[in-house]
Nanobody, 128 residues
Framework: QVRLVESGGGSVQSGGSLRLSCAASGYTYRNYCMAWFRQTPGKEREGVST???????SYADFVKGRFTISQDNAKSTVYLQMNSLKPEDTAMYYC??????????????????????WGQGTRVTVSS
């Protein structure tokens, strides 16, 4: 059974940084796509970043230049380094995964239904 566990959320001031982690277990797929989504109350979940087993990655426009996704295959962990945080980054951040490589052209960021596995989320709060 696939399990995704997020950690690293917290409260920071505007301009600060956080690093989120997503530890995966029970994952036996050779090819996979891991992603970070976020959601605030009353809004739809939105894709933040993806990274594939082939090393491909993508970012939503609103985080480009500020967030960096990476993975440590030995630890089966995906990271999201978030710098220059803004109050509008405040949200619950979720890790997600699906077998097969990441979709291209932003499809994977805009279609959360493609992800079969989800973590419980970690909360990020950015104060002004």
């Amino acid at each position: 059974q696939v399990r995704l566990v997020e950690s690293g959320g917290g409260s920071v001031q505007s301009g600060g940084s956080l690093r989120l982690s997503c530890a995966a277990s029970g994952y036996t797929y050779r090819n996979y796509c891991m992603a970070w989504f976020r959601q605030t109350p009353g809004k739809e979940r939105e894709g933040v970043s993806t990274i594939g087993s082939d090393g491909s990655y993508s970012y939503a426009d609103f985080v480009k230049g500020r967030f960096t996704i990476s993975q440590d295959n030995a630890k089966s962990t995906v990271y999201l380094q978030m710098n220059s945080l803004k109050p509008e980054d405040t949200a619950m951040y979720y890790c997600a995964a699906h077998p097969g490589l990441c979709y291209r052209s932003g499809y994977g960021l805009s279609n959360d239904a493609t992800y079969a596995h989800w973590g419980q989320g970690t909360r990020v709060t950015v104060s002004s």
